[in-house]
């Protein structure tokens, strides 16, 4: 079972009974993103919208899975969930029907991306106060 603290475990251990899904923003190979932690992952996968990586920062202090190896739920809210806080309610039919698994990290960071670039920042905005958009460029 996966246990991390807040960065600590490897994407390698985070997906260990999961593929890596590559994606048109990232060209690193399968074993370079295994290596990497989660903030790292994260980071990586957002490099060309910083402000989203303050965003899981906030949101899941880039957490994927909790200390049990299950899927980070919302203190808040139990349906947020994962290192973007994807709510089921309002996202998990669109998730399924793009074909993307928001209780992995690749498609909780791919359907966090879906958001930003169709509604902006706007999906969390009750974190705002943390991730300070005043500071960080929006897109």
């Not at 890596?20 to 295994?34: G, R, S």
């Not at 509604?119 to 005043?134: D, E, I, M």
Request: aromatic fraction near 10%; charge should be negative.
């Amino acid at each position: 079972m996966f246990v991390t603290g807040a960065t600590t475990g490897t994407v390698n251990e985070a997906i260990q009974t999961q593929s890596l899904v590559t994606n048109e923003t990232n060209t690193e190979t399968t074993e370079e993103l295994q290596s990497l932690t989660t903030k790292e992952y994260v980071e990586n996968y957002f490099s060309d919208a910083p402000i989203m990586i303050q965003v899981a920062r906030c949101e899941s202090q880039f957490r994927q899975f909790d200390t049990e190896g299950k899927v980070l739920r919302g203190k808040v809210n139990a349906q947020d969930v994962g290192v973007m806080q994807i709510n089921e309610k309002y996202h998990l039919d669109t998730a399924q029907r793009l074909g993307i698994d928001i209780y992995t990290l690749e498609g909780n960071l791919a359907y966090g991306r879906y958001l930003y670039e169709t509604q902006g920042v706007a999906p969390w905005v009750y974190s705002s106060k943390c991730w300070n958009p005043t500071q960080v460029a929006f897109r």
